[in-house]
Structure formats: C-alpha cells, structure tokens
C-alpha cells in the first residue's frame, strides 16, 4: 500500500505518460497525435517538478530560522522544456494546417492512401 | 579571444541567424551564411590544434566553474566531430545559393538560411557542452529547424515526412528528457563529468538502469537505428537537395556522438557494457539493420529513397563498430563517421544537381545521364564506389578497419557478415550506374546540360577529399585513434 500511496507522484506520472504515448500511436487524427504528444510532454514536467520538492521544505527564499528548502533548479529547468514543448506544438500544429491544405484532410489513413495514388 | 573559441564556436552562427533577416536579399544571405559557417569552420580547426597540443578544453560559462555552472568541454572527441559538421556545412552552402533557386519559392529562401543556421547552431552546441541539459536544449533547437527545413520541400509529401519526423523526434528528445531527470535525481548533477563520478556509487540501482533505457533508446530514435528508423527515409528523400545533403553528413552523426559521449563518458564503459546486454543487443541490431535497409535500398525507384536507405545501413555499420567494445571498434566507428560523411554529402550534392536540371531524381529520369551529365555522373559513381567500399576510396578505409576490429575479438561471423553487406551495396550502385550509362536517354530530355559551376565544384571538392583520405589516411586514422584512446583512457 505505501508502494502506491507513498510515490503517488510517480504512478500519475507514468500514467499520464502511458495515456499520452497510446494516442500518439493511436489516433489517426493529426491534432489528436499532437495533443496525446502534449500529455506525453507534460508528465515528464510533472515528474521534474515532483522530484524538486523536499519534505517540510519552504520555497527557497533566504529567511531567517528556515533551514530547508526545495529544490528551485528543476523548476527552472522545466521552464526551458515547456518552451520548447510550447515550440514543438506550434511547429506541430502549423504543419497540419499547411497539411490540411495540400491534402485536404488530417487522417493519417487518408493521407497514406493519397500518396500511394502517387507513387 | 583564443580563449573563447569554444562558446564563439556556437554563438556565432546563433547570433549569424536573425542578422540574416537584415539583409532581405536572399544572395546576400547566402554570402553571409557561407562566411558564418567558414569561421565555424575557421575556429574548429584552431580547436583542433588546440585539443590536441595542449589536451582537453574546458571554458567556464560566465566564469562560473562546473559542476555549478555551465560547461564547455571540448576534448578530442568533440574536436574531431567540430570539425566534421562545420567542415560539411561549409563545402555544402557552397552550392545552396543556386541548388534552391528552383526548389524554394524566393520568398522564403531568407528563412531557409535562418533555419539552416539554426540547426547548425544545435549541432555545434550538442558536440561542444559539457552540461547534460544543455544537450537536451541543443538537440531541440537543431531538430525543431530540421523539421521546419524538410518541410520546405516542393513535394507536397514533405510536410507529411516533416510531421511524422516532428513526432518520432519529439518522443525520441523526451525520452532523452526523461533519462537526463532520473539522472539528476540520483546524483543532483547535471556536468558531464560530475555524473560520472557520481553515478557509479549508485550505479546498481533501479532508477539508474531506467535512466540508461530511456536515454540510449531516445537516441537511438535520433540516429535512426534499425528498427526507430520509419522517420528517415521519407524525410530525407521530400527535403529541399542541400538540406538531405546536409542532415545527411552531420545529423545521424551528432546522435551518434551522443550515444558514444553518454556510454563511454557518463555511464563509463563497464557500466554500459557489462551490466546490461548492450553489446549483444547492438550488434544484432546493427547487422539487421545493414541487411534489411540495404535490401530496401535495392527496391527503391527514388535515388534519394535509395541513399537514405543506405544511410540506416551505414548507420548499421557504426553501431556494429560500436558495440565490439575495444578501442579499434570504435575507431573504425569513428572513421566511418567522417567518411561516411565525405560520401553521402557528395552523393547528395551530385542528385541536388540532377534535381536542378531535371527537377526529378526517379530512377528512371537517370536513363542516359551518363552522357548528357558526365561530370555529376562520374561523381555520384565515385560516391557509389566508396559506399561500396572499393580500395582507394575512405568506404574501404573505414570497412578495413571495422573487419581487423572484428577479427581481433574474434566475432569471425560478425566480419563475413560485414562483408556481404557490401556486396548488397553494389547492387544498388548499380542499379544507379545502368540506368545512367546503359539505358537511352528519354527523348524528352534532350536538352539536358551538364550541372552549374556551382555544384561541380563542391561535389568534385567532395570526392576529391573522398579519394584522398582513401589514400592518405594518416589525418583520419590519427584523429580516430587519438578520440578513441582518450574515450578509454589510455595515455596516447
């Protein structure tokens, strides 16, 4: 029981992991693909931020009588990947549209089938 | 200055890219990014001299000192990759200015050089850091703007390669992500060389052996090694020509750069090669891989196909060299790593200049270019002979060494093996070498001319440099060695 109540952080983590990574392989829908990408994404946050936090520990300002504190360096450094999460969805996401307008459609299988037709 | 050689190597260019958006006129940033990248080229080689008089470089980012601040490292390695990619990219932007005249619409040909200037910067800033997270952050730049570049290709197929790369690449960065987090949490470090002082005290944990999987399958979807290679193919035949030629001599590259960085540096070779079954995993993997994409490369009918496909195979070979696990394995690695890129740059050069006068690479466009294109012809031949492996040429150079690196562990089959992964080469060679030399030519294509100045001189840059470190090999096979040895620790 602690296994599951004591590293709860973890089991959301790799659940959200685990959601994100099936609709990506999933979904035919291209948005779909790139929101399951965004979930897969964010819980790789979650597990930085989680694995900063300290027990009883404050947020780490320098005041007098607090001696532990949390750890700020993975925060900032999960700041930089949601920037390039954030980076990589509009990428994503402007490929669609310019998908959508070559071929008319964003199902993978519609698209698969169209450029069969060409070859 | 001399002293912020490391950091100038990869701001330049950072900082070169949105000055391009200045300058309006795309041949004017065309000159411009060639001049960038010839001082990339520039600073590499005084990086070189400087690694290998004076040893290892470490530059402090704001003088903070590692493990607290962030560091440059550039030992031999890093030194010999440096020079790899600038070295590429510079012959490669010699012909971009008139190789996406009629790929790309004028337009947009300013953001092309912007992008490419990008991804060089990633490349640069992967090989050069000393900070885990830092590799992350590079490797993102230069895949985000290699997304962007494929999918500036005229076929209407290069968005969809575009966007099934941006997916596999994405899942491949955040595995890296997630390996580099179970990292930091078992050690609270993020330098290079901190974590593998620290990670071998808590090397038989769990978490460590997570952190390992994550990482080495993130990149192995990165250097596109059988079976994470569905993303190459479609990306490198639909990509604008410079842009194949370019990700083809350096990114599969740096991925590998990555893999040898994190197993010999951080993890420490008894950890990577003892503990878990690497070796036997890699080999395997490798060998399946030259079979399967060399037999896949005999079918294809796009040329560009073609070679991609020869590109996992020879990704194959690298990983084969790899994984023997001694010094001479991975020097033959890391020659095949400068060779292979000496080749498939002037291949894809030489098919860049058949898409300029034909506007098709299908193998059957090729009938009777032998004649109508000598010049480019007997380039993408030579090409062809050294991927083939002929005496003479760097493909033997790096295969001889990769068959002495094989029989000296004795993995006999491993060697035979090699070998006839070659012979599967010469076929689709000459599949290339038939429809050029042996089929008429279609009579439509009469009016075909030989390729522009413009792209003979690079592509005939490219083979002669072919053709002399096939005979001269006393550059690459002392640099090789040189990384190698200090990857193992042995005092050269």
């Known amino acids: ?56 520990g404050t947020a780490p300002i320098l005041v007098d009588g607090i001696s532990l504190y949390s750890n700020p360096l993975p925060h900032v450094l999960i700041l930089t990947a949601i920037v390039v999460s954030l980076a990589t969805t509009a990428l994503g996401l402007a490929l669609v549209v310019r998908i959508k307008e070559a071929y008319g459609s964003i199902e993978e299988e519609e698209i698969q089938i169209k450029d069969n037709q060409e070859c | 200055m001399l002293a912020h050689l490391p950091v100038l190597q990869v701001l330049l260019p950072l900082m070169a890219a949105p000055l391009c958006l200045f300058l309006r006129r795309p041949y004017l940033v065309w000159i411009f990014t060639l001049i960038v990248s010839g001082l990339a080229f520039l600073i590499s080689i005084s990086l070189l001299q400087q690694v290998m008089v004076s040893g290892t470089i470490v530059y402090e980012m704001g003088g903070w000192p590692g493990p607290w601040g962030i560091e440059y490292r550039i030992d031999k390695l890093s030194a010999f990759l440096l020079l790899i990619i600038t070295a590429m990219s510079t012959v490669i932007l010699l012909a971009a200015h008139t190789s996406i005249q009629k790929e790309i619409p004028k337009s947009r040909q300013i953001y092309f050089y912007i992008l490419y200037l990008f991804s060089f910067t990633g490349m640069l800033g992967i090989v050069s850091t000393g900070d885990v997270f830092n590799v992350f952050v590079f490797l993102e730049i230069s895949s985000l703007s290699a997304y962007a570049l494929i999918a500036m290709g005229k076929d209407r197929r290069a968005l969809w390669a575009a966007y099934q790369y941006l997916i596999m690449g994405t899942i491949g960065a955040t595995f890296i992500l997630i390996g580099i987090g179970l990292m930091y949490q078992m050690t609270g470090t993020l330098n290079m060389d901190d974590l593998a002082r620290r990670l071998p005290e808590v090397a038989q944990t769990r978490t460590v052996f997570a952190a390992f999987a994550f990482f080495i399958v993130g990149v192995c979807l990165k250097l596109a090694l059988f079976p994470l290679h569905l993303w190459l193919p479609n990306a490198y035949a639909y990509a604008p020509s410079i842009v194949t030629a370019f990700l083809a001599a350096t990114a599969t590259k740096v991925a590998i750069y990555l893999l040898i960085r994190f197993t010999f540096s951080v993890f420490g070779l008894s950890f990577s090669f003892t503990t878990l079954p690497l070796q036997t995993l890699f080999v395997v993997l490798g060998l399946i891989g030259i079979f399967v994409a060399s037999t896949a490369a005999i079918y294809q009918k ?20 790899y994984s023997i696990g001694t010094t001479m394995g991975l020097m033959a690695t890391l020659l095949h790593l400068f060779n292979h890129a000496l080749m498939k740059s002037a291949l894809f050069l030489a098919l860049g200049a058949v898409m300029y006068r034909i506007g098709s690479v299908q193998l059957s466009s090729f009938h009777g270019l032998g004649r109508q294109m000598p010049f480019t012809m007997a380039a993408i031949v030579a090409g062809g002979l050294s991927l083939i492996g002929v005496p003479l040429t760097v493909g033997f150079v790096s295969k001889w060494y990769l068959v002495l690196a094989a029989i000296e562990n004795g993995w006999w089959p491993v060697a035979v093996l090699v070998l006839l992964g070659s012979l599967l080469a010469i076929i689709y060679v000459w599949r290339i070498v038939e429809a050029a ?45 040189a990384a190698a040895q200090s990857l193992f620790g042995v005092s050269p």
């Open chain 1, 1 to 56: 029981m602690m296994m599951i109540l004591g590293l709860y952080n973890y089991w959301i983590v790799v659940g959200l992991m685990m959601i994100g990574l099936y609709i990506v392989i999933a979904q035919g829908n291209l948005v779909k693909k790139i929101v399951g990408l965004n979930i897969f994404q964010t819980s790789v946050f979650i597990f930085y931020i989680s694995l900063s936090k300290v027990d009883g």
């Open chain 2, 302 to 321: 796009n040329v560009k196909h073609l070679f991609a496909y020869s590109s996992i195979a020879q990704v194959g070979y690298m990983i084969v060299g």
């Open chain 2, 437 to 481: 030399y042996f089929k008429e030519p279609a009579v439509a294509t009469d009016r075909v001319r030989e390729a522009p100045m413009a792209f003979l001189i690079p592509v005939w840059l490219l083979v002669a440099a072919n053709i002399y470190f096939g005979v001269d090999t006393r550059f690459s096979v002392e640099m090789a060695q």
